[in-house]
């Protein structure tokens, strides 16, 4: 199994900064596939970022060019950098790690306001 502790949420204002982090434990050598999604009240949950073990990272069109996601493997932890924050990305985000099968943190809250 793996376990994943997320941390880094909170308040900011628009055009602010956060950098989320997530750190796994357990059967972390397993690990393929890490990221973060995201769920905004009343919205689908949305695929904000991924990062594999190797290989390119991908993002979703609505962050691309303000968001950063990275790998630290000595760490064993997933970062996402949040830069110039919109209120549309007010949500509870939530990261993954694909073992297989799929594990998930318990979501961090981020509220941007205007």
């Known amino acids: 199994q793996v376990q994943l502790v997320e941390s880094g949420g909170g308040l900011v204002q628009a055009g602010g900064s956060l950098r989320l982090s997530c750190a796994a434990s357990?059967?972390?050598?397993?690990?393929?596939?890490m990221g973060w999604y995201r769920q905004a009240p009343g919205k689908q949950r949305e695929l904000v970022a991924t990062?594999?073990?190797?290989?390119?990272?991908s993002y979703a069109d609505s962050v691309k060019g303000r968001f950063t996601i990275s790998r630290d493997n000595a760490k064993n932890t997933v970062y996402l950098q949040m830069n110039s924050l919109k209120p549309e990305d007010t949500a509870v985000y939530y990261c993954f790690a694909v073992s297989p099968p799929v594990y998930w943190g318990q979501g961090t809250q981020v509220t941007v306001s205007s």
């Open positions: 357990g059967r972390i050598f397993s690990i393929e596939t």
């Open positions: 990062i594999p073990s190797a290989g390119r990272t």
